[in-house]
């Protein structure tokens, strides 16, 4: 099965904090995404890769921006972290289009203060 | 627009009733639909997808869902819940050679012993 790895589970920053998210996937999948999961919003795209170093915005990147230098690796990075940025944050990845379906992690819950 | 409703933000059955749960979607191409499931403290997990032929599509986990056109719908339906159903479920729309979904808000199902 492939496995998506979220390296910290919870995470408490600083208003203003450059804060770094990171996500590895071990089944050389071709796309990967972050998610933003809020109550009653549902999962957000804030931005995905289909190839190393290639990125699209998603629906809300404002306040993100992302890295893919390897291809198991893709890392979200809020260049200064705000409190409207505390949410839970979900990596998924997928072989190809939607019929692949996503591979989600277990997901970050990130409190800034 | 295209989106994807999900009417109930919770659902509470006793265990062993039979579950039905809502989704609507709006969607300009042929759509492929998703659920998903979000058990507490995980990402989210395939349930089942439908793209083509027959209309009923069983997934894992001994759900299934139905596809109707004309009603715009793909409700997820089970004919005995378990505890270990509660969780929170989402049901998606993509087209066929995208990557992204849209994802419907969620349902929270509590399960009554």
């Known amino acids: 099965d492939v496995k998506v790895t979220q390296s910290s589970r919870y995470l408490v920053k600083r208003t203003g904090e450059k804060v770094f998210l990171e996500c590895v996937q071990d089944m050389d999948h071709e796309n990967m995404f972050w998610y933003r999961q809020d109550p009653g919003l549902g999962l957000r795209l804030i931005y995905f890769s289909y190839d190393v170093k290639m990125k699209e915005k998603g629906d809300i990147p404002e306040g993100y921006s992302v890295s893919r230098e390897k291809k198991e690796r893709f890392s979200l990075i809020l260049e200064s972290a705000s409190t409207n940025q505390t949410s839970m944050y979900l990596c998924?990845?997928?072989?190809?289009?939607?019929?692949?379906?996503?591979?989600f992690g277990s997901g970050t819950r990130l409190t800034v203060v | 627009a295209q989106s994807v409703t999900q009417p109930d933000i919770h659902i509470t059955v006793s265990e062993g009733a039979s579950l039905e749960l809502r989704c609507n979607y709006s969607y300009g191409a042929t759509p492929y639909l998703f659920w998903y499931v979000q058990s507490p403290g995980q990402g989210l997990q395939l349930l089942l997808k439908?793209?083509?032929?027959?209309?009923l599509v069983q997934g894992i986990k001994g759900f299934e869902a139905e596809f109707k056109r004309s009603q715009s719908s793909f409700n997820l339906r089970k004919p005995s819940v378990h505890w270990s159903d509660a969780a929170e479920y989402f049901c998606a729309v993509g087209a066929g050679g995208t990557y992204k979904y849209i994802f419907g808000t969620g349902t929270r199902l509590k399960v009554l012993a």
């Open positions: 439908y793209f083509s032929g027959d209309t």
């Open positions: 998924a990845s997928s072989l190809g289009t939607v019929l692949y379906g996503y591979t």
